[in-house]
């Protein structure tokens, strides 16, 4: 099953935008586009606005509904046509892993767009993208990201993360969710969301442990969802220190003093900032050769997406 991710067309290069130009992110059409395939759409273009075309805005009525105007003339209403559209196209996204919108956007912003009233006064960036409002209210466990954030190494890093999580479970689960496919999930993500929240580690833990409690189609979606949320906090590098410590935990009855004090040193400097977390990752690696744990070697923390991204260099 491909990781599949929704991405803004103007995005990975289409001149779809209101002046026929694009916003091509280097690194949505270089270094992601070989691990993944994209569904590319263009919300204003797919509602039949020309290119070019003149620039609209969202704008919040009398009665607070924010409607999809042409900014010259407020008249010209684009909201239902886009509505009916997204209405349309959404049903059809429910085995994407991510989707990356185009930033500021008044029909694809994810946050931060501009908001008028009636009178052309801008009430501040406040607003959502009509089309992808709809989309997180769809899909709320969705991994959904800017491509102006997506520079940010850090949100990048975040981002990619919960796009392979996502695609996991849904591989896992793609013929049918089983408590027992849920532990065994559940069992490989352990360290991965230690990382990213210790709060969500004991609340999803506790979950599991009362799989029994639910009903599958309530339980597969909910957890999903406190999955992917948890996974929206960064891992600092003090939760990886620690993270690390629980996992050299698992060794240190096998490891000499001087190898042990060799690891504890190279956490220690990781989580001051001296060396990236590749280092003392490879370091349990290598001692994982040397002593194989199946229970640490499954452990998504280890490998949560494709090398060759270099997230963690
Ligand atoms: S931001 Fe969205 S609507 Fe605007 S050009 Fe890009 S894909 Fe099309």
Same mark, same amino acid.
């Given at each position: 099953?491909?990781?599949?991710?929704?991405?803004?067309?103007?995005?990975?290069?289409?001149?779809?935008?209101?002046?026929?130009?694009?916003?091509?992110?280097?690194f949505c059409t270089q270094q992601l /586009?070989? $691990?993944?395939?994209?569904?590319? +759409?263009? !919300?204003?273009? &797919?509602?039949?606005? @020309?290119?070019?075309?003149? #620039?609209?805005?969202?704008?919040?009525?009398?009665?607070?509904?924010?409607?999809?105007?042409?900014?010259?003339?407020?008249?010209?209403?684009?909201?239902? /046509?886009? $509505?009916?559209?997204?209405?349309? +196209?959404? !049903?059809?996204? &429910?085995?994407?892993? @991510?989707?990356?919108?185009? #930033?500021?956007?008044?029909?694809?912003?994810?946050?931060?767009?501009?908001?008028?009233?009636?009178?052309?006064?801008?009430?501040?960036?406040?607003?959502?993208?009509?089309?992808?409002?709809?989309?997180?209210?769809?899909?709320?466990?969705?991994?959904?990201?800017?491509?102006?954030?997506?520079?940010?190494?850090?949100?990048?890093?975040?981002?990619?993360?919960?796009?392979?999580?996502?695609?996991?479970?849904?591989?896992?689960?793609?013929?049918?969710?089983?408590?027992?496919?849920?532990?065994?999930?559940?069992?490989?993500?352990?360290?991965?969301?230690?990382?990213?929240?210790?709060?969500?580690?004991?609340?999803?833990?506790?979950?599991?442990?009362?799989?029994?409690?639910?009903?599958?189609?309530?339980?597969?979606?909910?957890?999903?969802?406190?999955?992917?949320?948890?996974?929206?906090?960064?891992?600092?590098?003090?939760?990886?220190?620690?993270?690390?410590?629980?996992?050299?935990?698992?060794?240190?009855?096998?490891?000499?003093?001087?190898?042990?004090?060799?690891?504890?040193?190279?956490?220690?400097?990781?989580?001051?900032?001296?060396?990236?977390?590749?280092?003392?990752?490879?370091?349990?690696?290598?001692?994982?050769?040397?002593?194989?744990?199946?229970?640490?070697?499954?452990?998504?923390?280890?490998?949560?997406?494709?090398?060759?991204?270099?997230?963690?260099?």
């Amino acid at each position: 099953m491909a990781v599949k991710i929704g991405i803004s067309a103007c995005v990975l290069g289409d001149k779809v935008r209101f002046d026929g130009g694009h916003k091509a992110s280097a690194f949505c059409t270089q270094q992601l /586009q070989p $691990l993944v395939q994209y569904i590319a +759409v263009c !919300p204003e273009q &797919a509602i039949g606005m @020309g290119v070019p075309r003149p #620039a609209i805005r969202l704008q919040r009525d009398a009665q607070q509904h924010i409607k999809l105007v042409q900014s010259r003339d407020n008249n010209l209403d684009y909201t239902e /046509q886009m $509505l009916a559209f997204t209405s349309q +196209v959404l !049903p059809r996204f &429910a085995e994407l892993s @991510g989707y990356i919108v185009c #930033a500021k956007s008044p029909t694809c912003g994810m946050e931060r767009v501009k908001l008028y009233d009636a009178e052309g006064n801008a009430l501040g960036k406040v607003a959502i993208g009509i089309y992808t409002r709809q989309l997180m209210q769809t899909y709320p466990w969705l991994p959904i990201e800017e491509d102006g954030r997506l520079l940010d190494p850090a949100l990048k890093e975040n981002f990619i993360s919960r796009v392979f999580a996502c695609n996991d479970y849904q591989r896992t689960m793609h013929d049918g969710f089983t408590v027992g496919k849920l532990v065994a999930f559940h069992s490989r993500y352990k360290f991965l969301v230690m990382a990213h929240s210790p709060v969500a580690y004991r609340q999803l833990g506790k979950l599991v442990a009362e799989a029994k409690l639910f009903q599958p189609a309530e339980l597969q979606l909910r957890y999903l969802n406190e999955l992917m949320q948890a996974m929206r906090n960064i891992a600092t590098r003090k939760q990886h220190a620690n993270v690390l410590q629980h996992l050299q935990g698992f060794l240190k009855k096998l490891m000499d003093s001087p190898a042990r004090q060799e690891l504890t040193d190279l956490i220690d400097r990781y989580r001051v900032g001296r060396v990236p977390l590749l280092a003392p990752i490879t370091l349990l690696q290598h001692y994982l050769r040397l002593y194989p744990n199946s229970y640490l070697q499954q452990q998504v923390y280890f490998n949560p997406y494709p090398e060759q991204l270099g997230l963690r260099a």
